[in-house]
Nanobody
Framework: VQLQASGGGLVQAGGSLRLSCIASGRTFSYYTLGWFRQAPGKEREFVAAIRQSGGSSIYADSVKGRFTISRDNAKNTVYLQMNSLNPEDTAVYYC????????????????WGQGTLVTVSS
């Protein structure tokens, strides 16, 4: 599966952005989808993931209550709605896919898209 993320940009603290990731290739609904992020000088970290059916999801503690992951299997797209953004959310955001259940570990994901940069100004 090929993944392409978009929707990043510059936003002020307290603002919102919605990231999108469109997939092509194998059947989209076969995959668990995840979002990760990597800030300058830091390791890539888990943000959120959603099960194949969209019925369940998991989040990093740092984004719970502010970010929402969702998917539209008819459009082959996964979304990350980000609200109440703060400068610590500044990073390159990546979407990723795996062909099994929910996981929060980078090494568990087989397929990666290119990143989209989110910059939050104070």
């Amino acid at each position: 599966v090929q993944l392409q993320a978009s929707g990043g940009g510059l936003v002020q603290a307290g603002g919102s952005l919605r990231l999108s990731c469109i997939a092509s290739g194998r059947t989209f609904s076969y995959y668990t989808l995840g979002w990760f992020r990597q800030a300058p000088g830091k390791e890539r970290e888990f943000v959120a993931a959603i099960r194949q059916s969209g019925g369940s999801s998991i989040y990093a503690d740092s984004v719970k209550g502010r970010f929402t992951i969702s998917r539209d299997n008819a459009k082959n797209t996964v979304y990350l709605q980000m609200n109440s953004l703060n400068p610590e959310d500044t990073a390159v955001y990546y979407c990723a896919a795996r062909d099994s259940g929910l996981r929060a570990t980078r090494l568990d994901y087989n397929y990666w898209g290119q990143g989209t940069l989110v910059t939050v100004s104070s």
